[in-house]
């Protein structure tokens, strides 16, 4: 079974500045993916970035990068100078990647919410 | 379309009726999901279609909740008998297989209301 936990129901943040989203997870999954979805107040589900538990390389997408450390089990979601359009509920999942496939159900987490102050 | 449609984008309906969602999924994908989101909560996984087939609908919460998957394409999820605690957005992916991250694809929800 794998679960999900974002310990941060709410987090503040001034626009401009840097701000870490936490994510730890637990899967018994030898090879598995992470994914973090932003989903502003309008309710539609965007995909932001991925890391695969084998990547050499954290992933970064734009301003978006995963702080990724396999050890401690953590996926950390980085955004830099943050926008107020970054004000949304954003939720850490993840997904075993059994025999390689990149298909199957996500397992997310309870979400966090962001609110960028001007 | 261009991406995955649902259709009623709201419903209200009375407490022991029967309701009825559809999926579209973007055209090509082989996988579809359909998760359902509390006010305020996570994602709670339903049941995954690959194909036609549902490999996984260990999600489902009660023998009131089925789907089917038609021609590898629309899907409908069906609540018997309405409850109170059904009232929730359900939530459609799909996504393709083979592709390198296999990221889902969501459509905009159908919001539930039982009263």
């Known amino acids: 079974a794998q679960k999900i936990t974002q310990t941060q129901p709410g987090m503040f943040v001034q626009e401009k500045e840097a701000v870490t989203l936490d994510c730890t997870y637990d899967?018994?999954?030898?090879?598995?993916?992470l994914f973090w979805y932003k989903q502003p107040s309008s309710g539609e589900m965007i995909f932001l970035i991925y890391?695969?538990?084998?990547?050499?390389q954290n992933a970064t997408e734009g301003r978006y990068s995963l702080n990724f450390q396999k050890a401690r089990k953590s996926a950390n979601l980085v955004i830099s100078a943050s926008q107020l359009g970054d004000s949304a509920m954003y939720f850490c999942?993840?997904?075993?990647?059994?025999?390689?496939?990149?298909?199957?159900?996500?397992?997310f987490g309870q979400g966090t919410i962001l609110t960028v102050h001007p | 379309g261009a991406g995955v449609s649902q259709s009623p984008s709201n419903k209200v309906t009375e407490k022991g009726k029967d309701v009825e969602l559809r999926c579209d999924p973007i055209s090509g994908h082989t996988a579809l999901y359909w998760y359902r989101q509390s006010l305020g909560q996570g994602l709670e996984f339903l049941i995954y279609f690959q194909g036609n087939s549902a490999p996984d609908k260990s999600g489902l919460p009660s023998d009131r909740f089925s789907a089917e998957r038609t021609g590898g394409s629309v899907s409908t999820l069906t609540i018997q008998r309405t409850q109170q605690e059904d009232s929730a957005v359900y939530l459609c992916?799909?996504?393709?297989?083979?592709?390198?991250?296999?990221?889902?694809?969501f459509g905009e929800g159908s919001r539930l209301t039982v009263l």
């Open positions: 890391q695969g538990s084998y990547d050499q």
């Open positions: 992916a799909s996504s393709f297989y083979g592709s390198g991250t296999g990221e889902l694809f």
């Open positions: 899967t018994s999954d030898p090879s598995y993916g």
């Open positions: 999942a993840m997904r075993a990647n059994a025999g390689g496939t990149s298909y199957g159900k996500l397992t």
